[in-house]
């Protein structure tokens, strides 16, 4: 009997080192083909130029072959769909970010995931501040011109958001807040529209990811009031936080990280993780990032992970808070 035990646990610990070297083996010889990098908004975007930074770096640095693939629709959420429902391989990867990952489960009715329990956090990318934006011609050139006009006539200002229930749309409400003012939300179906209309007037202001608005910043048909973040951007130094504006301890950011599906190999993820956190440490990919107004920040994937999930714990009250659901 005891000889029996001694057999069996020799197997079971054979068969546990034979497991573990596979997975060492598989994350040795990763990749040994294409990745697909799954993009979920439209290409053009914020969310498209980064990836396309990430991709195009892995391939040209690392000798990977990355592929970017636009699979737009509902917020990003059909693109974190097709990621969730893809092979735990290491060979599909999708670009997240606050607005699908950890807003949009709150905000969508039967989403077919839960993204605490269906994505695995690989790497965090960056972050980008966002920014209060109006057209050149517009009487606000200051935060303060728009208080103090808001609050003469409550909810006369209008501002275009790329949607409801966006990070950029839940900002709008905590400036709202902050501020003690009343303003007009317009939800538009992506940044461009929002601009446009911008543009031509026909909302108030603008609330922006700094990416999608800082060509037109710096073209100068839009003028930056603000930007949300605790710091100011390095894309738009000259432009003061809300913090700076007068609402003393305002910090608000969207941000951007690689996720694939539940069930991937550790030491894959560990193996991307370091890869893209080696990219973001150089100059050119530095300088690629922060050209479009992101921020490059790495993190381990344990830190990336908590930083995560403490994220999607805190915006429930937010989203809530806000009102804002999506049928």
Avoid at 140 to 146: G, H
Avoid at 181 to 201: C, E, F
Avoid at 218 to 244: C, M, Q
């Amino acid at each position: 009997m005891f000889r029996q035990l001694i057999t069996c646990t020799a197997m079971a610990a054979a068969l546990g080192l034979g497991f573990s070297a596979a997975a060492q083996g598989t994350a040795a010889d990763f990749p040994s083909k294409p990745v697909r990098l799954i993009v979920p908004f439209p290409p053009g975007g914020g969310t498209d130029i980064l990836s396309r930074v990430i991709s195009n770096k892995l391939t040209e640095v690392s000798h990977w072959t990355v592929v970017p693939d636009n699979r737009a629709g509902a917020g990003g959420t059909i693109g974190i769909t097709e990621a969730v429902k893809a092979a735990p391989t290491g060979y599909d990867m999708v670009m997240g970010q606050k607005d699908n990952v950890v807003l949009g489960p709150y905000l969508y009715q039967n989403l077919p995931w839960n993204p605490t329990k269906d994505l695995t956090p690989v790497a965090h990318v960056a972050y980008t501040p966002i920014v209060i934006a109006t057209a050149a011609s517009s009487p606000y050139k200051t935060l303060a011109d728009v208080m103090a006009a808001a609050r003469k006539s409550p909810a006369k200002i209008t501002y275009g958001s790329p949607g409801n229930g966006t990070s950029i749309h839940l900002a709008g409400v905590m400036l709202e807040k902050a501020a003690g003012i009343q303003l007009t939300h317009v939800p538009y179906k992506g940044s461009n529209p929002a601009m446009m209309d911008a543009l031509a007037g026909n909302v108030d202001l603008l609330v922006s990811s700094v990416p999608s608005a800082i060509g037109q910043i710096k073209s100068g048909k839009l003028r930056a009031i603000a930007v949300t973040s605790a710091a100011r951007s390095t894309s738009l130094p000259d432009t003061p936080t809300l913090a700076e504006s007068g609402l003393k301890g305002f910090n608000v950011s969207t941000w951007y990280g690689l996720f694939m599906p539940k069930g991937t190999p550790a030491p894959i993820v560990s193996k991307v993780n370091a890869e893209v956190n080696k990219l973001l440490a150089t100059p050119e990919v530095k300088e690629a990032i922060q050209s479009q107004g992101a921020e490059p920040q790495t993190m381990s994937v344990e830190a990336f992970d908590t930083f995560f999930q403490a994220d999607f714990k805190a915006s429930k009250a937010i989203v809530e808070a806000s009102g804002a659901k999506i049928e």
